[in-house]
T-cell receptor
């Protein structure tokens, strides 16, 4: 049972434009959400997180938005850079329970 | 502060052999998680351990797979009598006491011939 879903498996975007990645979840008890970035042949790297008490968290070029009523979060990358080409995983957790991961979105930034 | 360390990075085994994967968590982290990523698929949770205890092994195959996290030394994921279907990337992650964020190692890529 996939509690965290990432549709649109791949995204291509021009360098300098905005990349928007979407994630939907089914468990209304999730209270912490994270995005990870993964390059080929490397482990996932923690990127940014957001608590359910917030609806936005920003860190440099990366912003995560949380819409609890829609059970939806998104990651915005602006401006996109070629080094952002990677697979992005959305993850969520409830309390001290382990993270539930989505299947990932491939992002390709075209120079 | 060194990150999560995994070794070996690459491991080749013949069918029927044993594979032993090691993971050293980040300093100060006492929670370890193992994930498997098959080609073209996402991360699949396998097992969650604390020192000397298996907390959640709901993602572990019932046979041939085992994991431990001894009081001293790294966490070990052991696969006995490997088969070709075990070929995958195996990632270890660790988390601090609050367990809110997991930090991943570089992974071990297992190839079974």
């Amino acid at each position: 049972d996939q509690q965290v879903k990432q549709n649109s498996p791949s995204l291509s975007v021009q360098e300098g434009r905005i990349s928007i990645l979407n994630c939907d979840y089914t468990n209304s008890m999730f209270d912490y959400f994270l995005w990870y970035k993964k390059y080929p042949a490397e482990g996932p790297t923690f990127l940014i997180s957001i608590s359910s008490i917030k609806d936005k968290n920003e860190d440099g070029r990366f912003t995560v938005f949380l819409n609890k009523s829609a059970k939806h979060l998104s990651l915005h990358i602006v401006p996109s850079q070629p080094g952002d080409s990677a697979v992005y995983f959305c993850a969520a957790s409830e309390g001290n329970n382990r993270l539930a991961f989505g299947k990932g979105n491939q992002v390709v930034v075209i120079p | 502060n060194a990150g999560v360390m995994q070794n070996p990075r690459h491991l080749v085994r013949r069918r029927g052999q044993e594979a032993r994967l090691r993971c050293s968590p980040m300093k100060g982290h006492s929670h370890v998680y193992w994930y498997r990523q098959l080609p073209e698929e996402g991360l699949k949770f396998m097992v969650y351990l604390q020192k000397e205890n298996i907390i959640d092994e709901s993602g572990m195959p019932k046979e041939r797979f085992s994991a431990e996290f001894p009081k001293e030394g790294p966490s070990i994921l052991r696969i006995q009598q490997v088969v070709r279907g075990d070929s995958a990337a195996y990632f270890c992650a660790s988390s601090p006491p609050d367990r809110r964020t997991e930090y991943f190692g570089p992974g071990t890529r297992l190839l079974v011939l």
